[in-house]
């Protein structure tokens, strides 16, 4: 069965940088495009960003140019770089295929505070 595991969440300043780590397992299959996700309490899951099989990535407006999404095939690991962290981007991000039906992982908890 087909499983997301993310790490590299943390307590970050704003201003500050994390890189998330997606590490995808149980299947051979193609599961591009991927995105990452986020939740708030109370929230349902926000779109972060989105990376295609050749490479083409997609931002929502609220991370475009402070947050990189890339990957390494090889690994079948994707990332997450996100830089310039604001307090407004607390929560747990999750990544998961933009379409499809998939498992959703443990998130990985990201607290941006002074």
């Known amino acids: 069965q087909v499983q997301f595991v993310e790490s590299g969440g943390g307590l970050v300043q704003p201003g500050g940088s994390l890189r998330l780590s997606c590490v995808v397992s149980?299947?051979?299959?193609?599961?591009?495009?991927m995105g990452w996700y986020r939740q708030t309490p109370g929230n349902g899951r926000e779109f972060v960003a989105a990376?295609?099989?050749?490479?083409?990535?997609n931002y929502a407006e609220s991370v475009k140019g402070r947050f990189i999404i890339s990957r390494d095939g090889a690994k079948k690991t994707f990332y997450l770089q996100m830089n310039s962290l604001k307090f407004e981007d607390t929560a747990v991000y999750y990544c998961n295929p933009v379409t499809g039906n998939y498992p959703w992982g443990q998130g990985t908890q990201v607290t941006v505070s002074s």
């Open positions: 149980g299947t051979s299959l193609s599961l591009y495009p």
């Open positions: 990376i295609a099989e050749f490479g083409s990535t």
